[in-house]
């Protein structure tokens, strides 16, 4: 056996918080070596760490069999430490090989810079089978894409640990597995991967090994072969965790929401979306289902009124709303609808502001900022700490910026304000996009809980299981189009994987 | 990015790293005096003493530091929403105006007690106007606030000139001024409100208009950190798109905030209109509005610390004019060269001591925040 990377006790924190405590990982030459834990366990700042970007208290670093000081990540790049991260770091208006040629451009006229690194990019693209225009401006390449000029930037000065943080998560499933052929042919080249994920199944598919993080220390370490999804889980969370949704059957009553040959071009004249029709009844969920970049983004920022409908009409909550109201989104929102965007970042937070504050965006203007003219932050305070116990958002720090949680909290932070308004309607976008799976549990229970209640729920996600299990009825998009609307209990993967290429439901049925 | 630099504890980062960026650009700066072959220990005790010590010198650095803490707050308020007001300067002349406009209009019929808030509120409303049109086109438009509100500067500027030399030209005057405001509408002085008190304090410039930035310190704070206008603004500030999320109407947020932080660079007015000149007179905002920007960047977009950075810059403007007496070979330049400086090291290279200090404090913080076991 062949160690690439030891860590010998290494410890992090963060003020109050430890993040890492004691860390023991040995990963394996020409190995796919996967790390789990719930959101806020520590994983990032551990590879963080490793990659130089932050700094271990204590602890010791072993690369190749030899202890290193890894200062920056110049220092790890020099020892051939590779890191993807989970927001990527290109510039978008450089092509392809100028973002790879970043930091070794080589001399004043780029002439060997230039050289080199096409020929580097060329090679790396041919062994790994990276496929990507060398000459393409970043701005024009789709996620998946832009992840492999990521990949090959990490490669190039010959890495022998690539690390990779959540890289699924802003996958479609079928970019999903070409990256994971790619890193299968990585692994087999001898290079080591360390592989961050909240996806099981993506763990026991690819990985030769794992190791489970839980609040900040390593609770264990496994041989995928060995190994259960269902043991990985418990040892994530601590305790047993339910993997399926347990799913009553739904009592819808009236319609709360509907579309009515809904449509929207956008500003260069592009058709987004066409002629969509569908009735949300309250105590039901409707799923949308869809390859990614059909139509689900503009359905969702229609509805929640970021976007103006150019044709059709809406009626929400009894409200009829057509493309010559010029709606925005708080006139949709004090008609009782909540919305959970699809990107947090953008959209959901204001990553600069603190918790608290973020517990209030969208309800500055009601009495959750306090009933006088005024801000009583006492109320906002005490509004962030029930909401962030109710939802187990952790660090339970009100005043932490939204920045500083880790990604599955920030996203807590989120639900937790959207879901407690108690909406009528509520907008779902991606709702567990990087959650660990005791926070999806719990996220799915709240969302049946809700819809048990009553409220009308449209669901947008990328995760064909997510929509097949919480979701009453599917609707499918394709190319902008509502292809059809079936029961989930008539929906299979094959049948949905049909009308998702385009073929409407009559046909495919 | 690349280097792992320990966070900045937070007492250091607001005390702490301004203190040393204040004594590198200090240190520079008396190496210059030194090459020019002066004592540099002795200048600075002369500008200090020239800002604090003699007589009315203090009242003359609290009168300059007033107009910083406008433009600051101006510019400052501005920067809560991420738009770069270099307008401060158009802004306070055409404050001016207001302020005369209403002087001359009103403030003749009415008493003292209504005609100063009067003309107080039109300096305000006057400077909120020349803000508020960059802003509508920025935020309507597209025009790019910086572009606009520097020809909005030039626009005040040449009106300005047009104005005093003709339509409100003093009649029989030789130089471009207005006739002497309403009685009713000046600002009494520091020194005369003080005496009925019992303080006798040495006559200088300084003037109520000092209480008005006060007051226009306490409501940024309230305005900025304690409204939902205030939140609205950080928002769009922080991430318009999110605003945008949350239902909050950006291009109104941008464009009440470019009104209220006009308004705020018109107030210069009161202290230099309705507190010291009495009249109208070319070029009375004499670069307070660009020397804003520094003071809102230095004093963090907080009152506190733009009321600080106020009056630092202020006892340079009063303290340099000492300069200017006592040395021979030093000039008034001097104190541009220092101002310079500062703002060089605390604002262009705010963080090059960051990293270093951050490293030796976590050196010495580390012992008692043992590393977890
Ligand atoms: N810069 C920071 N300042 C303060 N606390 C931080 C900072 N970075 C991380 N933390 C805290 O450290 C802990 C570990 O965070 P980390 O990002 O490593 O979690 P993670 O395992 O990657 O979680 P996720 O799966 O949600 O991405 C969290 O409690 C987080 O709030
Ligand atoms: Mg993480």
């Known amino acids: 056996m062949n160690t690439a990377l030891e860590l010998k006790n290494v410890s992090k924190s963060f003020g109050l918080v430890k993040a890492n405590k004691n860390i023991n990982l040995a990963v394996e030459a020409g190995s796919i070596h996967g790390i789990i834990g719930e959101n806020g366990a520590g994983k990032s700042t551990l590879m963080n760490i490793i990659y130089g970007m932050h700094r271990a208290d204590s602890g010791e670093i072993h690369f190749g069999g030899q202890k290193v000081d890894v200062r920056s990540s110049a220092d790890a790049i020099e020892h051939g430490i590779g890191m993807v991260h989970q927001h990527f770091m290109l510039v978008p208006t450089f092509t392809v090989l100028e973002n790879v040629m970043l930091g070794t451009e080589g001399g004043l006229m780029l002439r060997d810079g230039r050289g080199a690194a096409l020929e580097r990019l060329l090679h790396l693209s041919e062994t790994y089978n990276l496929q990507v225009d060398p000459h393409a401006l970043v701005s024009d390449l789709n996620v998946g894409q832009r992840q492999r000029v990521e990949i090959i930037k990490a490669l190039k000065g010959g890495a022998k640990v690539l690390i990779l943080d959540e890289p699924t998560g802003v996958l479609t499933p079928q970019e999903a597995d070409q990256l994971f052929e790619i890193l299968k042919v990585l692994r087999d080249d001898g290079v080591s991967v360390l592989l961050i994920t909240h996806k099981l199944s993506e763990i026991m598919d690819i990985t030769d090994t794992v190791s489970i993080m839980r609040q900040g220390e390593m609770v264990g370490h496994r041989k995928t072969s060995e190994t259960s999804p269902q043991e990985l889980a418990e040892l994530m969370v601590g305790r047993e965790v339910l993997l399926e949704v347990d799913r009553k059957p739904a009592k819808p009553a009236e319609v709360r929401f509907s579309a009515k040959n809904l449509g929207y071009t956008n500003a260069q004249g592009v058709v987004e979306l066409e002629d969509i029709n569908f009735e949300v009844r309250s105590g039901e969920i409707l799923g949308v289902a869809g390859v990614s970049g059909n139509g689900q983004t503009q359905l969702m920022e229609t509805l929640a009124g970021m976007r103006h409908l150019t044709s059709g009409s809406l009626n929400i909550l009894g409200t009829e709303v057509t493309a010559a109201d010029q709606t925005d989104p708080r006139i949709i929102r004090d008609l009782g609808v909540g919305h959970i965007p699809e990107d947090r970042h953008t959209h959901g937070l204001v990553l600069n502001f603190e918790a608290r504050e973020n517990m209030i965006l969208g309800f500055q203007d009601t009495e959750l900022a306090g009933s006088g003219k005024l801000f009583d932050y006492k109320t906002i305070q005490q509004n962030c700490e029930d909401k962030m116990a109710h939802y187990d958002v952790r660090p339970p720090n009100p005043r932490l910026n939204a920045k500083n949680f880790s990604g599955g909290n920030q996203q807590k932070i989120v639900i937790a304000r959207e879901f407690s308004a108690n909406p009528g309607v509520l907008l779902v976008g991606q709702p567990t996009r990087g959650v660990d799976v005791g926070a999806i549990e719990f996220i799915h229970k709240q969302l049946l809980e809700l819809r048990d209640a009553g409220c009308a729920i449209l669901l947008v996600s990328v995760e064909l299981d997510e929509i097949m299990s919480l979701s009453d009825r599917i609707m499918v998009l394709c190319g902008g189009q509502n292809v059809g609307i079936i029961d989930s209990a008539d929906a299979d993967r094959q049948t949905l994987g049909l009308m998702m290429a385009g073929q409407r439901q009559e046909a495919a049925a | 990015m690349s280097t792992p630099t320990p966070p900045l504890p937070r007492w250091a980062d607001l005390i702490l790293l301004p203190i040393i960026n204040l004594f590198a650009a200090f240190f520079i700066c008396g190496l210059i005096v030194l090459a020019i072959g002066e004592n540099p220990i002795e200048a600075l005790g002369v500008m200090i003493k020239g800002a604090f010590v003699y007589s009315g010198g203090l009242g003359y650095t609290l009168f300059y530091t007033t107009n910083y803490v406008f433009t600051g707050l101006a510019v400052a308020l501005a920067f809560h929403c991420k738009m770069f007001n270099i307008g401060g300067e158009g802004q306070a002349l055409i404050g001016g105006l207001g302020a005369a406009l209403a002087s001359f209009s009103l403030g003749v019929y009415l008493p003292a007690p209504l005609a100063i808030p009067l003309a107080v509120l039109g300096a305000f409303i006057a400077g909120g106007i020349w803000g508020v049109i960059p802003g509508y086109l920025q935020a309507k438009r597209g025009s790019h606030i910086v572009i606009t509100t520097i020809m909005f500067n030039f626009l005040a500027a040449s009106l300005m000139v047009y104005l005093l030399a003709g339509p409100m030209l003093e ?138 950075a106020a009056l630092l810059f202020g006892a340079l403007t009063q303290g340099g004019g000492e300069l200017d007496f006592e040395f021979q070979s030093i000039t008034r330049e001097m104190v541009l060269l220092i101002q310079g400086m500062i703002i060089l090291f605390s604002g262009a290279l705010a963080y090059m001591f960051n990293p270093p200090l951050a490293r030796m404090i976590a050196k010495f913080v580390a012992p008692k925040d043992p590393a977890n076991g």
Not at chain 2, 192 to 214: E, H, K, V
Not at chain 2, 299 to 307: L, S
């Open chain 2, 171 to 308: 009649a029989g005057q030789q130089s471009p001024q207005t006739a002497k405001l309403a009685e009713s509408t000046l600002l009494p002085k520091m020194a005369d409100m003080l005496r009925p008190l019992g303080f006798d304090i040495t006559s200088s410039p300084l003037n109520a208009s000092f209480l008005i930035a006060l007051g226009a310190m306490a409501v940024f704070y309230v305005l900025v950190w304690h409204t939902r206008l205030g939140f609205n603004i950080r928002s769009v500030g922080q991430n318009q798109e999110a605003a945008h999320y949350a239902g909050i109407n950006v291009a109104r947020t941008i464009i009440i905030t470019m009104a209220i932080s006009g308004g705020f660079a018109g107030l210069l007015a009161t202290n230099e209109i309705l507190g010291f000149n009495h009249k109208v007179v070319l070029n009375f905002t004499a670069g307070y509005g660009f020397t804003g920007i520094a003071v809102a960047l230095m004093g963090r977009n907080h009152p506190i610390g733009i009321f600080l």
